[in-house]
């Protein structure tokens, strides 16, 4: 629980969401989004790593992003991320204008830089997972997975690094939110 003094690490998260879904909505259609001008000033003067997660009939459907920062602030990163996940997930084919409707949204802001770790440092329900061999590296979200051996597996799995194998493990923090699951 945040201290009440404390700011949230992504303030006005609800509209942060809508700014993802609307972003993702333009490119699905081809076209280019343009930031509204009344955003929050601590989206505009802080960077950070951010990643969005596409869920579809409670299944991943696409989860794309940065660890670090490319953009010049936090608003753009989540229009970047929001492009990108359509077709930079290469696990699945790139997603359909038609399957936006279906999608739930989840939002992870990176708050912390990866930082090198053991396997027993991880806390599942609070850390991102980096692993890295050589030049292969692929990242698992909190929410992705549920146990220490669950992220490993996947990241290796993702990364194309076979069991065995050794590798360098990292740990970050993030802050996620997320759109409300679909009724339908």
């Known amino acids: 629980m945040l201290k009440r003094d404390m700011m949230p690490p992504l303030p006005h998260a609800p509209q942060a969401l809508r700014l993802a879904r609307r972003a ?15 955003l929050p000033p601590e989206w505009t ?12 009939r409670n299944r991943l459907r696409a989860c794309w992003g940065t660890l670090e920062p490319q953009q010049r602030h936090v608003a753009e990163e989540i ?14 084919p790139p ?6 409707g279906e999608v739930r949204l989840i939002l ?22 980096l692993v890295r061999r050589g030049e292969r590296s692929a990242v ?3 929410h992705e997975g549920r146990t220490v051996r ?13 069991a065995g194998e050794p590798i360098e493990v990292y740990v ?13």
């Open 45 to 56: 003067s802080r960077r950070a790593g951010v990643f969005l997660t596409l869920i579809r």
């Open 79 to 92: 229009v970047a991320v929001a492009q990108g996940v359509l077709t930079r997930d290469k696990r699945f």
């Open 172 to 184: 970050f923090r993030v802050y996620s939110v997320q759109e409300p699951p679909l009724t339908r």
């Open 140 to 142: 698992v979200l909190p």
């Open 108 to 129: 992870t802001l990176v708050v912390s830089p990866p930082q090198p770790a053991s396997p027993v440092q991880i806390q599942p329900r609070e850390h991102g997972v």
């Open 95 to 100: 997603l359909r204008a038609d399957e936006i």
């Open 150 to 162: 669950r992220m490993l597996s996947m990241a290796k799995q993702k990364a194309g690094i076979r």
């Open 24 to 38: 993702l909505e333009a490119a699905a259609r081809g076209e280019q989004y343009r930031l509204p001008d009344n």
